[in-house]
């Protein structure tokens, strides 16, 4: 069974607003990617929202989390720090994306899934809080799927 790690949630804003990284249908789509038989790894931090993964791994060190998402098939996070992570070990990820730019905070070597880029903020540079929170910004679960699912379809038999 292949394992998916989902990095689901940015850092909590400092005024307690949502933050507008956050991408709010993971429950779909966990629910879409466990019934296409991938088992889902959620990581993060203690007292995060659940995404009803099969397990959750939170509060993990940096040593932990390079080998679970090395020994992983493919990783699904936010622009957070677990997508510079798999860039840094070579571990392309796919990236949602929604008012973060990811021309200029993203790597070309993850799959960037930005719905469209009249979504993304005006100043990329102001405090996230800023920012006023749209679940609309981001790409549908389905966009995630066929996602995986080309993927799969592209799949060299050396790749595991």
Not at 9 to 36: C, D, F, H, S, T
Not at 90 to 112: A, Q, R, T, V, Y
Request: aromatic share 12%.
């Amino acid at each position: 069974m292949k394992t998916i790690i989902i990095s689901p949630w940015a850092k909590p804003l400092r005024n307690g607003m949502e933050n507008p990284k956050n991408y709010n249908a993971w429950p779909e789509l966990v629910k879409i990617l466990m019934a296409e038989g991938f088992h889902i790894i959620q990581i993060g931090a203690s007292g995060e929202r659940l995404i009803n993964a099969h397990e959750t791994k939170f509060d993990l060190s940096p040593d932990q989390l390079e080998a679970l998402i090395k020994n992983s098939y493919k990783v699904i996070t936010i622009d957070s720090y677990i997508q510079h992570l798999c860039w840094y070990i070579d571990k392309p990820c796919i990236c949602l994306w929604g008012k973060s730019d990811p021309l200029i905070f993203g790597h070309p070597e993850n799959i960037n899934l930005l719905k469209d880029r009249r979504n993304l903020r005006s100043d990329p540079w102001r405090w996230w809080e800023d920012v006023e929170y749209s679940e609309d910004v981001f790409v549908s679960p389905e966009v995630v799927i066929i996602t995986i699912l080309k993927y799969l379809s592209n799949m060299h038999f050396s790749e595991h």
